[in-house]
């Protein structure tokens, strides 16, 4: 068989073929789903590197071959330069029409991208897979010609997406309109006319290694995908530069402002109408025009490319996964954005469920409930109104926060479950709901340099700690720069604050108020409390961003014993502001009683290896002397008050030391950010 592809999934599919590998045996070999597998090979997804290794390895490719294999998986080179996809098949070049333009005459600076690709070619391909590929040779010749005959280089390929850069905006539009002119008087024989999709976006950009990375590519590709067949789409930097310059056939129409997947900011579009061409389209594929509540991102994510690939493998093959990981880490975030992934997949809806403010497992379905709309009626329980408004929908709900309620949210995701073949859901806890259908996907902290070996310069921001605090830094101060006299600093701070996501933002937004050295000394010695304060609706402010920053220097302070048992205290249970230091004794009066019950309510046994403990080694959080001095009162006037409150013939209990034995299991006790003491577990 000719090996005249071009397409990536097409080359997959062959070659499994070949190798006589149902795609079910592959994706056992490779560890991922079906659909995973089915999508690659339709070309509607590309694979993750470490999933193309994999590929490479189970395809039976050659060791020397697995690293061209990737970066072909990855759209960096051409399928052509891979090997016949049918073992022992004779290599047969590829035509011209398909090849990237060279390197060096690539434009640099102010540059106009042009992004096309077909609409609906995932089912073309499954019920033609011939004659596609046949339509596939013409749309790319017919692209070309548009493409390079008014100045525009083409720099890749991605199955039947074309990505072309201009150093003209008036160029970049007048080979889209030919293009689409072309493609749409082309006799395409037995197969339904391609319905191709373009967009355009102008921005700065710089080749490297004959290849484009930075914003205005996500934007241009975003901007692609809200698009329809036939449909040409213009972002606000490319009107500007073309509107005195457009055909005198051509008009433009404002399409408004929309809110784009995985973009900051609302993107005004604009629509080009030719008299020969298609100008009525359905509503574009927008957030603004979908069925969802995600709110708008303030900031851009910054890494967790990998987690989001691995939690959307994980929902194709499950309907319930849950991202656990102790405060701090950016689950929320993390979730945000993958239902930002995953809106073209759920044809009902993607919706963020805040359980943070419920407090009683009763109100949950009425926080569902109203994120929905199902109206409450008194004739009919809310569960069941849910339950039957979710039962034939596609649906996905991220519920965030749920160990506020984690008896309850689990006994009501088990059900909604069980009743709805449909509906998934993507929760975020710091434990795991512990139910059946549950695929538990623990959140790491950001990833970190090693402080002994670090990097050079031009790699640190690889780390995605060090390229958090950056980006932060730079919005409170827009002349801040890592340099070499200043990097170890940087990369120092990250270090010391775990790679955890929130403090790594509370550090940044210091850096109008200190130099990178006087932040790392504060932090050196513990002086926690430097991350107070910051933008107003970061959480640092609020009961759990003081109680995470008092953990953080408890874990600084005492690192021998702290850095097994920090993760314990942070998960150990739901955090409370509490005033005790000591336990009350029975015979305390009823005020006292009762909210010494409450603090035990609170408490969770966690079991501490024998090695990691100290004699006497006090767990506590930096404070000034004076605080010790106010805990020993407070502990006299608790003494005080069991004294007065004694009854004949009682004997007092005995208030052990805020002290560790090497064998105790203990029981920890959760209190004010400002101070985590371990108490032993008294004897029965």
């Not at 008194?378 to 069941?384: A, D, G, L």
């Not at 933002?505 to 200190?514: P, V, Y």
């Not at 640092?540 to 003081?546: C, E, L, M, N, V």
């Not at 009683?593 to 100290?614: D, G, H, L, M």
Request: aromatic content about 4%.
């Amino acid at each position: 068989m000719a090996e005249d592809l071009i397409s990536f999934g097409a080359w997959v599919r062959l070659r499994r073929q070949a190798l006589v590998v149902t795609r079910e045996e592959l994706a056992s070999r490779v560890g991922c789903a079906e659909v995973t597998i089915r999508k690659i090979e339709s070309d509607e997804r590309k694979p993750s590197p470490q999933v193309a290794e994999l590929l490479a390895h189970h395809l039976g490719l050659a060791a020397d071959q697995r690293d061209l294999f990737v970066r072909v998986a990855r759209g960096m080179i051409p399928v052509a330069q891979l090997p016949p996809a049918i073992p022992g098949a004779p290599v047969v070049s590829l035509p011209t029409a398909v090849l990237p333009s060279p390197e060096a005459s690539l434009p640099s600076g102010t540059v106009t991208f042009l992004f096309t690709d077909i609409e609906g070619s995932t089912r073309r391909w499954e019920d033609q897979p011939d004659a596609m590929r046949a339509a596939l040779v013409r749309h790319d010749a017919i692209l070309r010609q548009a493409i390079v005959g008014n100045g525009g280089h083409i720099f890749k390929t991605i199955g039947d997406a074309c990505c072309a850069a201009f150093a003209s905006a008036p160029h970049a539009l007048a080979a889209a309109i030919a293009g689409q002119r072309v493609l749409r008087a082309e006799d395409w024989g037995a197969i339904e006319p391609l319905k191709v999709r373009m967009a355009l976006h102008t921005g700065t950009a710089e080749p490297q290694a004959g290849d484009y990375l930075g914003q205005p590519l996500n934007r241009v590709a975003r901007l692609l995908s809200a698009g329809h067949g036939r449909q040409i789409l213009l972002s606000l930097a490319t009107h500007e530069l073309v509107r005195d310059h457009i055909p005198n056939d051509a008009t433009l129409r404002d399409l408004g402002s929309h809110r784009l997947k995985d973009l900051v900011r609302s993107e005004p579009i604009f629509q080009v109408n030719c008299a020969d061409l298609t100008a009525d389209f359905p509503p574009l594929h927008s957030l603004d025009a979908r069925s969802t509540n995600l709110p708008a991102q303030v900031n851009a994510l910054i890494g967790r490319m990998t987690e989001i690939a691995k939690v959307t493998e994980l929902l194709d093959r499950s309907r319930l996964v849950t991202l656990t990981g102790p405060g701090g880490t950016g689950k929320t975030r993390l979730a945000l954005q993958i239902g930002s992934e995953l809106l073209d997949q759920y044809a009902d809806g993607v919706w963020f469920i805040d359980l943070a403010p419920v407090s009683d497992p009763e109100q949950i379905t009425s926080a569902i409930a109203q994120t929905l709309g199902i109206p409450e009626s008194p004739n009919r329980p809310i569960r069941e109104g849910i339950v039957s408004w979710l039962r034939e929908r596609q649906t996905l709900l991220i519920l965030d926060n749920c160990e506020q309620v984690i008896v309850g949210a689990a006994d009501l995701v088990a059900e909604l479950l069980r009743s709805m073949p449909k509906l998934s859901v993507l929760a975020t806890s710091r434990i795991p709901l512990r139910i059946a259908a549950e695929h538990e996907y623990p959140v790491a902290p950001l990833g970190l340099p090693n402080p002994r070996m670090l990097p050079p310069l031009d790699q640190l921001s690889q780390y995605d700690a060090v390229a958090l605090f950056i980006a932060r830094a730079r919005a409170v101060r827009i002349d801040f720069s890592v340099t070499n006299a200043n990097a170890s600093a940087v990369a120092e701070i990250c270090i010391r604050l775990d790679g955890l996501p929130l403090a790594i933002e509370l550090a940044a937004a210091r850096i109008r108020l200190f130099s990178l050295d006087q932040l790392l000394s504060r932090l050196i010695s513990a002086r926690m409390q430097t991350l107070s304060g910051g933008a107003r609706d970061l959480p640092a402010s609020r009961p759990f961003g003081q109680r995470l920053i008092g953990a953080i220097a408890c874990s600084r302070r005492h690192s021998s014993f702290c850095s097994h048992a920090w993760a314990c205290l942070l998960v150990a249970g739901r955090l409370r502001q509490r005033r005790r230091c000591v336990e009350a004794p029975r015979t305390e009066n009823k005020e006292l009683r009762t909210e010494n019950q409450a603090f035990r309510s609170q408490e969770s046994e966690v079991r501490i290896p024998k090695n990691q403990c100290t004699a006497g080694r006090t767990l506590c959080s930096p404070e000034p002397a004076n605080t010790h001095q106010a805990l020993r009162s407070q502990k006299s006037r608790v003494r005080s008050q069991q004294t007065k409150n004694q009854e004949p013939g009682t004997k007092n209990l005995r208030h052990h030391p805020v002290t560790m034995s090497p064998n105790h299991l203990v029981k920890v006790h959760l209190v004010t950010s400002s101070r985590c003491h371990l108490v032993r577990k008294p004897s029965s």
